[in-house]
């Protein structure tokens, strides 16, 4: 494997930075109490560029990494005529439009061994899938619609034409209208043709992409290089796992939730702990974090009732816009860039609470950091679902609720919420099994009514 280092990003650009300035001064135009949340995404979108760094790497490292070119397939896929069964190839001519088709077989075909020699109209050879289609065969009948048999057959094949004695040879019969001309066989290129793009640029790389790879030959690929993503908890109640929890304090869990959710992102982490409300240390972290890392999540400290340094020392360090946004958990949310000795790093600064973090991560900061990988992402996919309760739900903001999925006998789906869906109770996400997505102009749910869902698994 070679690894190929490409030049250090800045992030952002020139224009994006004075793009972010213009995102954040018209945000005051809004309700400044309920900025919608697709709003907030779009600003947000608006303002990401990409990273432009790239290494090459093993097909097997590149797994769960964004693609930095378009691949285009240097050779047809399949590369030869092949045969889709195991069965018996031939001419289509030699087929019997009104009758039994009798055919001598000649010889056989194996994947990785090919029949070699000609066969005549009348003669058929025996081949396995995946072998290669004798030149000017084009139908392949599985062996279990033809009748096999063996026969005597006198051929005069030696060197003087004279003849031989009778010995056994084997047949096939295929009874009329069995197969189609054509059948079963699988056309170089049909999967893939040379020349054509296989892969494109800014694909999440999935295991069937690292198949589709090695099948073209390629050992190698330029995926673009890892998002490095600082991030620590603010807050003077914080305590780290291992340290004794002082009365009026709490364990710091948003350390973990974020750690658990950029490495599912594949990004590479810089974990700087907790750090408290003291500006001097803010200050360090924010420092530091903005030197080494693209991005920078910090939770806590962004609530307007926040008596604190943090919201002081986040508008100081860099551009950053603080939001109310109209949604439920995650209602402030702080977005910009803090600036380093040389270069600014992408920031958000998410809530407190436990599953406000992991919301507005979901929902805000995921698609900005998968745009910085150059990652092209789909749209998650919203699934409609019955609702299994009453959900209490006031227009003019976005709920994300937390949801249990619930089989039916009839093949169908339906949804409960997990209960109490306080913005602190983080054992409601490991309880769910999705997010229910509450739209902004949603009224209430009634039992039997339809809502989205955004599943958290999926095949990996
Ligand atoms: P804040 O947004 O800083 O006002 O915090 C809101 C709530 O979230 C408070 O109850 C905090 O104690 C709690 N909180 C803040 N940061 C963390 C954290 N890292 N882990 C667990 N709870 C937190
Ligand atoms: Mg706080």
């Not at 779009?42 to 303002?47: K, P, V």
């Not at 600082?230 to 914080?238: K, N, P, Q, R, V």
């Not at 200050?283 to 999540?297: H, L, T, V």
């Amino acid at each position: 494997m070679t690894k190929q280092s490409y030049p250090s990003p800045s992030l952002p650009s020139r224009s994006s930075r004075s793009l972010l300035s213009a995102a954040i001064s018209c945000v005051s135009d809004y309700d400044s109490d309920a900025l919608p949340v697709s709003h907030a995404q779009a600003i947000i979108r608006d303002c990401i560029t990409p990273i432009h760094a790239i290494e090459k790497v093993a097909i097997r490292t590149a797994l769960d990494r964004v693609l930095a070119i378009d691949i285009i397939s240097p050779i047809n896929v399949p590369a030869y005529d092949n045969s889709a069964m195991d069965g018996y190839a031939f001419h289509s001519e030699s087929l019997c439009a009104d009758g039994d088709t009798l055919l001598s077989v000649i010889g056989t075909s194996h994947a990785g061994r090919a029949h070699q020699g000609p066969v005549a109209p009348g003669q058929a050879i025996r081949i396995m899938t995946g072998a290669p289609m004798p030149d000017g065969l084009d139908t392949v009948i599985p062996q279990e619609f033809v009748s096999a048999f063996n026969g005597d057959v006198t051929e005069s094949n030696d060197a003087n034409g004279s003849s031989q004695l009778p010995r056994s040879k084997p047949f096939i019969t295929i009874a009329a209208g069995a197969v189609r001309a054509g059948a079963n066989r699988r056309l170089a290129g049909e999967d893939l043709q040379a020349g054509a793009a296989a892969l494109k640029k800014g694909r999440i790389l999935r295991p069937a992409d690292l198949g589709l790879l090695a099948s073209l030959g390629i050992a190698e690929v330029p995926v673009q290089r890892r998002l490095r993503v600082a991030f620590f908890s603010t807050g003077d109640e914080l305590r780290s796992v291992g340290e004794a929890l002082d009365p009026g304090c709490v364990y710091d869990s948003n350390r973990y939730t974020l750690y658990g959710m950029l490495r599912r992102l594949g990004c590479d982490i810089i974990d700087l702990g907790v750090v408290a409300d003291d500006p001097a240390a803010l200050e360090i972290a924010f420092k530091s974090a903005a030197d080494n890392a693209d991005a920078i999540i910090t939770s806590g400290g962004v609530s307007v009732g926040d008596a604190d340094h943090t919201r002081q020392m986040m508008a100081q360090l860099g551009e950053v816009a603080f939001w109310k946004l109209g949604m439920r958990p995650g209602r402030p949310l702080a977005f910009g860039t803090i600036n380093s000795s040389n270069k600014p790093a992408v920031f958000f600064g998410l809530p407190g609470n436990p599953v406000a973090v992991m919301v507005s991560f979901y929902f805000f900061a995921r698609d900005a950091l998968l745009h910085m990988m150059g990652a092209q992402p789909a749209p998650l996919p919203l699934m409609q679902v019955t609702s299994a309760s009453i959900i209490r739900k006031k227009p003019g903001r976005t709920e994300y609720q937390r949801g249990i999925l619930i089989r039916h006998e009839s093949g169908r789906w339906s949804v409960r919420p997990t209960g109490a869906q306080g913005s602190g109770i983080l054992r409601s996400m490991t309880e769910a099994d999705c997010m229910i997505v509450l739209a902004h102009d949603q009224r209430d749910v009634a039992i039997g009514d339809q809502v989205e869902v955004i599943l958290f698994n999926g095949l990996i």
